[in-house]
């Protein structure tokens, strides 16, 4: 079935080092790619988008490139900050009944940046 | 979040009562969704909305129903609730397709 896989965490990175989070997913026809982000106590916020191959989300310095032929969507940032500490989830959305659509999530990594 | 609250925000309940947790927005969006959320799982529908009374199954709706009376309000209903479904309770909606979605601040749920 359809599904979305990211690498296993922790991560545990220094300030201002790189980042980056891997996301596969396998999907029948085309999906549309989201990161989310979940802060501790919070709910999950949109971090960045991307709804057609090769297409690069962007937002708050994270970018992640839709590849089609890898099937990937990898999460990077050039230089964390401590305030990125947090959950990050990979997702693709799937078609539902009644033209809904389903948010499928992978099991997230969580991404602690010390100062 | 913008628009969409849960309540309660916390709650510890006893096996075999049932409990509702309440999913309210103020956006007008025509989706609502529920999921849950458990360590290793990332986030699990449960059930979803796609219009007053129309509702589905997710993938986890086993021991949950919910209700649609009004476009604002989403209802999750455990009719029995089970240790196993202690978890973080999420509400998310959306407005069209492939637009993503806006969560609610979650509902942490305990049942001893």
């Known amino acids: 079935g359809d599904s979305v896989t990211q690498m296993e965490g922790p991560v545990t990175l220094s300030e201002e080092a790189f980042l980056t989070i891997n996301c596969t997913y396998t999907?029948?026809?085309?999906?549309?790619l989201f990161w989310y982000v979940q802060y501790p106590g919070e709910g999950l916020q949109l971090l960045l988008k991307a709804t057609k191959a090769d297409d690069k989300g962007s937002n708050k310095g994270f970018e992640a490139t839709y590849r089609k032929e890898t099937t990937s969507f990898h999460l990077e940032k050039g230089s964390v900050q401590v305030s990125d500490s947090a959950v990050y989830f990979c997702a693709l959305i799937l078609p539902l009944g009644g033209s809904a659509r389903q948010l499928t999530f992978g099991s997230g990594t969580q991404l602690t940046v010390l100062p | 979040d913008a628009g969409i609250t849960q309540s309660p925000r916390h709650k510890v309940t006893e096996t075999g009562t049932p409990v509702t947790l309440r999913c309210h927005q103020t956006e007008n969006h025509r989706y609502m969704y529920w999921y849950r959320q458990d360590p290793g799982h990332g986030l699990r529908l449960i059930h979803y909305?796609?219009?007053?009374?129309?509702?589905d199954k997710g993938e986890v709706s086993d021991g949950y129903s919910v209700s649609r009376s009004k476009t604002e309000d989403f209802l999750l209903t455990l009719e029995s609730a089970t240790s196993s479904q202690t978890s973080v309770y999420f509400c998310a909606i959306s407005e069209m397709d492939r637009a993503g979605y806006t969560f609610g601040s979650g509902t942490r749920l305990t049942v001893v």
């Open positions: 909305s796609y219009g007053v009374k129309d509702t």
């Open positions: 999907a029948t026809g085309y999906p549309s």
